[in-house]
């Protein structure tokens, strides 16, 4: 009598137990499933903006926080259309001597939650803001892509080369976290247009950030689609002084990235790193020193005609140099929150909550 085999499985062919061979199979199984669901859904991993609450509808205007703006509306190539703050100093000849800072927020929330940062460097560095909700933030049209991404901040840059005032006045790129990439991204495709880049915070490339992020999909980093590859951007930057603003205690983006990220650059001007010890992924822009590190920045590389070598900046400064200035950012209304970070591994996208900013002041 002949006999058949209907297990035709290999697992089962491995002479395993009946139960422990299910159990491979289930979670083979399982396992590209969720392959499969992180490359079709990662979009919405990597750029949750409808977090916090909100996000979506309730977009806070410049004009809270006793700024002056106009509200343009940009169409990208792509026919999608932005929501944009273009705030600038009210005398023009100072708007046109002042730099003018292209913000590239991160990738939670909406450029409304990032104004009391737009109001330092407005009402007490003496710049030009521009800011930007990418597609599928705040009230900008579209879904969030790095594609989409890319055109988003080429259109908000091609307007700002066409405006009347802007485009006399030397262009800073700041991005924070995954704006950073956007930024390092747009410098690097568009460096005769910029005099500067100042980026915290920000990473090698997602691949390489995944594993830190989230370790369960570490063997999977090959079906992540969203690249933002700074670690080769970067290098293509090779006029432009880089100012690096890292966070030591950065619980997200392990700091060794921005650490990288400088070793790599390849610019044959100034890259100055200043690190904040006490800094998180979230917390990095109050610490002390921070604002302080910026407007050296502002004053030393892009506001100098004559632009020379001097030494890098470091956050830590001695206190007697120092004085502490608050912004207040009115108390009596709710704390204004600002968001940033990827979603770690148990989902939560990190946040805090601003009432006041300390601002380091030189004398």
Same mark, same amino acid.
């Given at each position: ?25 289930? $979670? ?28 979506? $509808? ?17 169409? $990208?190539?792509?026919?999608? /259309? ?72 080429? $259109? ?114 100034? /890259? ?27 004053? /030393? ?63």
């Amino acid at each position: 009598m002949s006999s058949f085999t209907f297990m035709t499985d290999p697992v089962f062919k491995l002479g395993l137990p009946n139960w422990l061979a299910y159990f491979l199979t289930f $979670t083979g199984l399982a396992g590209v499933a969720a392959s499969v669901l992180l490359y079709i859904y990662q979009c919405e991993l990597i750029y949750p903006r409808t977090f916090p609450e909100g996000s979506r $509808t309730d977009v806070a205007k410049p004009s809270d926080f006793d700024m002056k703006y106009t509200d343009e509306t940009l169409i $990208t190539k792509d026919n999608v /259309k932005l929501h944009t703050y273009i705030i600038i100093l009210e005398n023009e000849e100072e708007a046109k001597a002042a730099p003018t800072i292209l913000y590239f927020h991160a990738n939670a929330g909406n450029m409304g939650h990032r104004l009391p940062i737009a109001k330092v460097l407005y009402q007490k560095h003496r710049c030009n803001v521009v800011m930007l909700s990418y597609r599928g933030y705040g009230h900008s049209e579209g879904k969030p892509n790095e594609k989409g991404l890319r055109i988003d901040s080429q $259109t908000l840059l091609d307007y700002v080369k066409s405006h009347p005032i802007l485009r006399h006045t030397r262009l800073v790129a700041y991005g924070q976290s995954i704006g950073g990439a956007v930024a390092i991204d747009l410098v690097a495709r568009n460096e005769d247009a910029f005099s500067g880049l100042m980026i915290e915070n920000t990473f090698l490339s997602l691949p390489k950030l995944i594993p830190s992020v989230m370790p369960m999909l570490r063997y999977v980093t090959f079906l992540c689609h969203q690249q933002w590859p700074s670690e080769s951007s970067i290098r293509h930057i090779v006029k432009t002084p880089l100012l690096f603003l890292a966070g030591e205690k950065d619980e997200l983006i392990p700091p060794s990235h921005m650490v990288a990220l400088h070793d790599l650059s390849e610019t044959r001007a100034s /890259k100055d790193f200043c690190k904040f010890s006490q800094g998180m992924h979230n917390d990095t822009c109050m610490q002390p020193g921070y604002f302080s590190a910026i407007r050296e920045y502002l004053d /030393k590389r892009i506001r100098r005609d004559d632009i020379e070598e001097t030494p890098f900046i470091d956050s830590k400064r001695s206190s007697s140099n120092q004085t502490i200035e608050t912004v207040d950012l009115d108390s009596d209304s709710e704390p204004y929150e600002l968001v940033s970070g990827l979603a770690d591994e148990h989902g939560k996208t990190h946040s805090f909550e601003v009432e006041e900013l300390e601002l380091d002041m030189e004398d």
